[in-house]
């Protein structure tokens, strides 16, 4: 009697175990888009604390042209940053970044500076490293993504008009 039921329980755990009822981990690749969501041409330098625009590293920097979308490519991740299930795209995107510093400037004027640390605060604190100020979404059925930050008028208030 003990055998039978040592195999049908032995039998069960096969069953379960084959069938994937035991939770799975999947790696979603997120690429990262820019909007500017302004009537002005920007330019946005990434991952340097240098605050003039003559200055800057053009391997860092991106043009972002009025109401446009830009993909994002740091050269490391071309077909995005693998994120696991359960993450929060945003969060997991900026805290795997090899930067601590964005600016945007208008008409070679600085308009806006962001920098580390990563947090998670009210959607009212607009911050490029405030994983909540990122939209975040699936594009397919094979786990690809997108994290998208927007760049508003609201932003572009340091250094007066």
């Given amino acids: ?12 755990i096969c069953i379960i ?3 994937g009822c035991l939770e799975k981990a999947y790696d979603y690749g997120y690429m990262a888009l820019i909007n500017n969501n302004t009537n002005d041409t920007l330019k946005m330098v990434i991952g340097v604390m240098n ?3 003559n200055h800057y590293d053009p391997t860092l920097t991106y043009t972002l042209f009025p109401k ?3 993909g994002y490519n740091d050269g490391h991740h071309i077909n995005g ?3 696991m299930e359960g993450m929060d795209p945003a969060l997991a995107w900026l805290k795997g970044a090899d930067w601590d510093t964005v600016l945007v400037f208008r008409h070679d004027t600085l308009k806006a500076l962001w920098s580390f640390p990563v947090f998670t605060g009210p959607c009212i604190e607009h911050s490029f490293f405030n994983s909540q100020s990122w939209r975040t979404w ?3 059925e ?3 993504g997108y ?3 927007t760049v508003y008028p609201s932003d572009l208030t340091l250094n007066g008009h």
């Fill in 51 to 53: 605050t003039n625009i």
């Fill in 81 to 83: 940053i693998q994120i």
């Fill in 142 to 144: 094979f786990n690809n």
């Fill in 17 to 19: 175990a084959l069938t």
């Fill in 1 to 12: 009697m003990n055998t039978i039921f040592s195999r049908i329980v032995a039998i069960l």
């Fill in 68 to 70: 446009d979308t830009l």
């Fill in 138 to 140: 699936l594009k397919d």
């Fill in 147 to 149: 994290v998208m930050f």
